[in-house]
């Protein structure tokens, strides 16, 4: 199974800040890496597809960027609604790993 | 719109199964695949296996093979998961979600509301 880490575990961030999570895959999975967005209680929302497309309806403040084993999730200009845990998957082969997510939490 | 509506919360015993429904509605069901991701309360998610809806073709992780089974029922725009064998540690909240599969990308679209299975004795 192909391991996917993300960094950091936890971060605590001001409105208006920019922030990035990274995420590593165990081996190449190309350009196969989505971006989840999880709030307490919810069920997750697809924030990123195939590592930089814009899932319809997502603020454009939220970014994309990588390839290979190597992703990062860019949020700009942070909101108090960003507050959720972020998971990447990948979807380059079965099983489709998640990170273990990162928790955002604003100040 | 989409939408995908699980069927309501679970409490079995252990060595039970449990079949946990998922109600697409707002597209063409046949076009598009299903798959399950279960995620146990205070941890990360879990992916367990993926339905075509147009085939019925089906994939599991390796990790539940043999005690998951994914169906669907076209007619009813309905997709299924069994767990057979029940454990402690399959409690849990399990989602289906919509699996858009193209050239360049395959994610999860549009997720069910998520079903909470307990195992208890």
């Known amino acids: 199974d192909i391991q996917m880490t993300q960094s950091p575990s936890s971060l605590s961030a001001s409105v208006g800040d920019r922030v990035t999570i990274t995420c590593r895959a165990s081996?190449?999975?190309?350009?196969?890496l989505n971006w989840y967005q999880q709030k307490p209680g919810k069920a997750p929302n697809l924030l990123i597809y195939g590592t930089s497309g814009l899932q319809s309806g997502v603020p454009s403040r939220f970014s994309g960027s990588g390839s290979g084993t190597d992703f990062s999730l860019t949020i700009n200009s942070l909101q108090p609604e960003d507050s959720a845990t972020y998971y990447c998957q990948q979807s380059y082969s079965t099983p489709y790993t998640f990170g273990q997510g990162t928790k955002l939490e604003i100040k | 719109q989409v939408q995908l509506v699980q069927s309501g919360a679970e409490v079995k015993k252990p060595g039970a199964s449990v079949k946990v429904s998922c109600k697409a509605s707002?597209?063409?069901?046949?076009?598009?695949?299903i798959s399950w991701v279960r995620q146990a309360p205070g941890q990360g998610l879990e992916w367990l296996g993926w339905?075509?809806?147009?085939?019925?073709?089906?994939n599991y992780a390796q990790k539940f093979q043999g005690r998951v089974t994914v169906t669907t029922d076209t007619s009813m725009s309905t997709a299924y998961m069994e767990l057979r064998g029940l454990r402690s540690d399959d409690r849990a909240v399990y989602y289906c979600?919509?699996?858009?599969?193209?050239?360049?990308?395959?994610?999860?679209?549009?997720w069910g509301q998520g079903t909470l299975v307990t195992v208890s004795s």
């Open positions: 707002g597209y063409t069901f046949s076009s598009y695949g």
């Open positions: 339905i075509s809806a147009d085939n019925g073709k089906t």
């Open positions: 081996q190449s999975i190309s350009s196969y």
């Open positions: 979600a919509r699996a858009l599969t193209t050239v360049t990308h395959d994610c999860l679209d549009y």
